[in-house]
RNA sequence: GACCCUUUCAUCUAGUGGCCAAGGAUAUUGUGUUUUCAACGCAAAAACAAAGGUUCAAAUCCUUUAGGGGUCGCCA
């Protein structure tokens, strides 16, 4: 049974990063069928935040991925991890070190200074005397001295390090709490996992993880190592250019279908295909298709899948989302004509709900440039003309090929062109040049409002 | 600095030695439709990082260089 696992720690918020290799890893465990576990990732006490945990856990919500069984929380497993640490040192694989923060650090400038990279030298390896006085041990972990740690990788292949370039790393810090390479092993290994997708930037802690894999007995998952987001230029992704919190997403009018969609597409193909349900990247979904290489962070992309997003989804259920963007319309009883109108418009919600509200709401101003063009010569009175007419039909005026046919009739009886009255209409209307079509904003306000707005433009334009 | 990974249009990518004088998508530009804006349709422009090799044949394999990323914690 495949298994994957997320294994956050709460120390910050989830940004597209995080979720991106969440959701390779939770399309894969329902691909097949498998498991998804969450795992809390809390051994550092110090830096550990339930706010964090918190907006983890509703992001996750949020975007509509599931995860199966409890969270696990290796702070609540430290007994589990002390055994390995004892199993290990009776074994002779691990052992006690009495060196002083002070010694390592002088170890690691001589190191650097040599321009190496900074490894423990293993000088308690085989240390048989008496401790010294006053300084509490760390366990370290016996990594093999000679040869090469090789596996295999999902994404970029066979994956050589010398032995050389592994220290003899602490899997137990003074005070006996256990660090993150061990017990990241010893919980994949316990919670029987298959396939361990994650970013790069644990590729350098695989081989680490391996050792202890190995000195415990227990069976190597595959490893996918899945290369980082940077942003449009190509450098470290910032908060700036998209590594906010995920939710944030949520609060700028993104659906998380679009975002899920976009996500699957940085680093993932499919062909061509670039629209994917979510029912599609599970069925599609194969971690052999994940790119080598890293991808760059691009807006644009985001927002044309998510204005996809919008103009697709039904007009009830896109009714219901834009309630938390401060759009009331779900009683409306011109709902679907008002969505219609207006859905093509907006890429975000938060842009889909000011094109609402610029039909919604009656102008408070009105485009002073727009209105210099539209206003000039007689615009008034044909305005004017025009509202008496619409007041002749009162309430047999209701869909908006019906206003057509009035606003066309008007037009010819006056012999004059669209733009004559269609260009102070549109601001009479809106306040604005630019939005929905005349006949559906028409057909949205209806005739009173429609012949009120018009009124009270003439009235403002009089001067 | 050392070690590891990586490099196809501005961006996401297809591509696994001949089907590639490199395909799709976004963005851009032009154009059509239109009562404006948008949406949509059509079209254009746009890339194999560089140099050497291997081969009858290289975007694809090898080497070097250059760019980018990652790691070098008693953080995760």
């Known amino acids: 049974m495949t298994t994957t696992r997320f294994a956050p720690s709460p120390t910050g918020y989830l940004h597209i990063g995080g979720l991106r290799t969440a959701l390779f890893s939770w399309l894969w465990a329902r691909k097949n069928q498998g498991n ?8 550092d006490l110090a830096r550990n935040s339930e706010e964090a945990l918190e907006a983890i856990l509703k992001a996750f919500e949020w975007v509509g991925m599931s995860y199966d069984g409890e969270a696990l929380y290796q702070s609540k497993r430290f007994d589990i991890y002390g055994k390995y640490v004892d199993q290990l040192l009776a074994e002779g694989k691990a052992y006690k070190c009495y060196m002083s923060k002070e010694e390592l650090t002088a170890l690691r400038e001589g190191q650097m200074a040599k321009g190496e990279r900074t490894r423990y030298d293993g000088r308690y390896r085989d240390f048989k005397g008496t401790p010294p006085k006053g300084v509490e ?3 370290r972990i016996k990594a093999p001295t000679e040869g090469n740690i090789v596996f295999k990788d999902g994404v970029k292949g066979e994956i050589c390090i010398a032995s050389s ?3 003899d ?15 990241v092993a010893i919980d994949d290994a316990l919670m029987g996992m298959t396939d361990v997708i994650r970013g790069d930037d644990h590729l350098y802690n695989t081989p680490k993880q391996i050792v202890v894999y190995e000195a415990l007995g227990f069976k190597l998952p595959n490893f996918y190592h899945v290369a980082m987001i940077n942003n449009e230029q190509g450098k470290k992704l910032s908060k700036r250019d998209g590594a906010t919190d995920v939710m944030e997403y949520k609060v700028l009018g993104y659906l998380p279908e679009a975002l899920l969609n976009f996500l699957v597409r940085l680093g993932w193909s499919h062909g061509d295909q670039e629209i994917f349900s979510v029912e599609e990247m599970i069925a599609l979904f194969h971690p052999k298709n994940i790119n080598k290489s890293s991808s760059n962070y691009n807006l644009d992309k985001l927002l044309w899948l998510n204005a996809h997003y919008i103009k697709n ?9 834009l309630k ?8 409306h009883d011109k709902l679907e004509l008002l969505l219609d109108a207006t859905k093509e418009r907006g890429k975000t919600l938060v842009e889909l709900a000011n094109q609402i509200n610029l039909i919604l709401v009656p102008p408070s101003e009105y485009d002073e440039k727009a209105s210099k063009k539209a206003f000039k010569g007689d615009a008034n009175e044909i305005l004017a003309d025009f509202a008496t007419l619409l007041k002749t039909y009162k309430t047999s005026l209701h869909t908006p090929p019906e206003y057509h046919a009035v606003l066309e009739k008007f037009v010819e009886g006056k012999a004059i062109g669209f733009g004559k009255i269609g260009q102070p209409l549109r601001i009479s209307l809106l306040g604005s040049m630019t939005g929905s079509g005349l006949d559906e904003i028409m ?3 209806g005739v009173n409002e429609t012949v009120a707005r018009i009124e009270k433009a003439i009235g403002h334009h009089r001067i």
Do not use: Q
């Open 137 to 139: 041990y760390v366990v």
């Open 443 to 445: 057909a949205i306000l």
């Open 324 to 331: 938390e963007y401060g759009v009331h319309i779900e009683s």
């Open 313 to 321: 989804m039904p007009n009830v259920k896109l009714a219901g989302l």
């Open 169 to 183: 790393f602490v899997i137990s810090r003074a005070g006996g709490v256990p660090t993150y390479n061990f017990v």
């Open 165 to 167: 370039e592994v220290d």
């Open 36 to 43: 998804f576990l969450l795992r809390i990732e809390d051994t």
